[in-house]
């Protein structure tokens, strides 16, 4: 093609220049990061709750731990002064480590309407505590959580325990038997993310 | 007597001066106000949560209305949804009245779990809230209520509304039978504060 003139010759270039913007590959500062979840797990219970929280990558199949532990209260402390606890010791989880979402039993059966009440009790502050800072949380009952981790849905906690040790790769021998179950819990939500979307995950509470 | 020189005269009424400063009555600037109580009823539950304010004066013989209402969210609302909102509404009559003390339902007895956990769900970020202010709470029997107010333990909301109406010297038609369930609660703690001291009020939960 022979150009005719210097404004025709401009015209061009432009032309070239608008069709190397649209084809070249994006720019690798804007590119989204390889989606991560943050999962907290809570084994809830009014006087010892366990915690565990994980990172996820690729959509659930890459389980990463992060930290776990338990919020204590003490054996003759008020029903008040355990719930405040609770409330305050997850609002703290929250603002230092930051989930995405979170992960805690449900479905659970106890014959004694008082200790259905305490639990209860026990779970609202927690879940209220989630609400409070946008945290979407998801149940599983605590044979549905076996079941992932063991395969079993009568395993005890200690080989959850043992299971979680080898998933996360972790020492879990010196890990309270409540903060390895709250792991469970999270693996859970990761691998029933990992399966097809829209299947397994249950809506949040 | 007689006065033998101006230094006795003055002496004389030196003395005079202490004697009527010991027996005139305090200063009505210095004396401490009349003890007031501002007590809190809450009716608990998920999705329509009862509350009333009451100043309660000499030793909670004298009972004056402050303010009632509900805490109310839609029917389908998710249940972490249903706490977030009670829980907040909670905190902001707190931050708004300022009570001394809290009275809530207790010792209720339902047949069914999976309703007792979700009643303690509610229960549990509502205490949580008020023990996070530092707020004691007491708990009353629904039955110890209807007793204190009507003198009937199987008195119907009807009927509490109506005693409660007649003891504040207040409307209750256009009231809500939660909001007077929940005065009824602040009544009744009020009233066995009028009792002898140490007996009749429940330990904070």
Chains 1, 2 share one sequence.
Not at 45 to 64: F, N, P, Y
């Amino acid at each position: 093609m022979r150009v005719k003139n210097l404004a025709e010759l401009e015209k061009i270039l432009a032309k070239k220049q608008v069709l190397q913007r649209n084809t070249q590959p994006k720019n690798q500062d804007n590119t989204p990061p390889p989606p991560q979840l943050r999962i907290i797990g809570l084994d809830v219970a009014l006087r010892c709750t366990g915690w565990g929280i994980i990172d996820t990558k690729s959509e659930g199949t890459v389980q990463i731990p992060v930290d776990c532990g338990v919020i204590k209260t003490d054996q003759k402390a008020p029903v008040s002064e355990c719930l405040r606890r609770l409330a305050g010791g997850v609002r703290e989880l929250i603002e230092l480590y930051k989930p995405d979402v979170a992960a805690i039993e449900g479905g659970f059966y106890c014959q004694n309407v008082r200790t259905a009440v305490i639990l209860g009790a026990a779970r609202g502050a927690v879940i209220a505590t989630l609400a409070e800072k946008a945290i979407p949380t998801h149940e599983y009952a605590p044979r549905k959580v076996k079941q992932a981790i063991c395969g079993l849905g009568n395993a005890s906690k200690q080989q959850v325990a043992l299971l979680v040790s080898q998933m996360l790769h972790i020492q879990t021998d010196a890990l309270a038997l409540d903060s390895t179950d709250a792991l469970a819990m999270a693996l859970t939500h990761a691998q029933l993310l990992s399966a097809a979307q829209g299947f397994g995950v249950p809506d949040p509470i």
